[in-house]
């Protein structure tokens, strides 16, 4: 098993984390998103049509985009679940994961930053705060998910699912751009718990081959 991926991507982390809690070996194969390799014609025709991290190489299989992966490795690889089977459980892992990979992840991306400081000519300054106001706006939301139906040490129970495997690289990213998350103390107890979590350790940024600080 292969996986492209960028130490900073917080979509190839949440596919990272989930391998590590199947216990499945993989090789890392490198894609710097800040040098634009993720565009080259090579890597988008052979392997990411997206030209976007992570990919995910299962034999004959090649699959891109995080949750698409995810469900995949969920269904092939059932012996740790990452999404109950339970209906209203599943239900509420869902709406946990979508609420972080739909509505924070997709505007807070390098693609858009990028955007916004190129052809909109932002400041850096009102960069972040573009930044930092759609992860307050999401968080905000994780944290009344979390008030509401929360339970145990990660988002919903006893054993981490694919809520935590979104939430976690949110605010990993979240701290690195100096975001105040003190209003947010359950999700960042979620966090602080699967900081210390095997699995999490070993996907995180600065554990891959191709960490730069």
Known sequence: MQLYSFFNSSTSYRVRIALALKGLAFDTIP??????????????????????????????????????????????????RLVPQDTEARARVLE??????????????????KYLQGPLALTAAQKDAWYRH???EGMAGVERLLDKHGQGPWCFGEAPTLADICLVP??????????????????MAVFEHASAHP???????????????
Request: overall charge negative; aromatic content about 6%.
């Open 134 to 136: 759609w992860v307050a």
């Open 170 to 187: 949110q605010i990993a990213n979240a701290r690195r751009m100096g975001c105040d998350l003190s209003a947010y103390p359950k999700a």
């Open 199 to 213: 699995a999490f350790r070993a996907a995180a940024p600065d554990h891959q081959p191709d960490y730069t600080a």
């Open 96 to 113: 946990l994961s979508m609420l972080v990979s739909c509505d924070i992840h997709p505007v807070n991306n390098l693609r858009v930053l």
């Open 31 to 80: 894609v710097n998103i800040r040098l634009g390799e993720h565009r080259a014609s090579t890597y988008v025709d052979e392997v990411n049509p997206s030209a976007a991290v992570p990919a995910l190489v299962d034999g004959e299989m090649t699959l891109g985009q995080s949750l698409a992966i995810l469900d995949y490795l969920d269904v092939k690889y059932p012996q740790v």
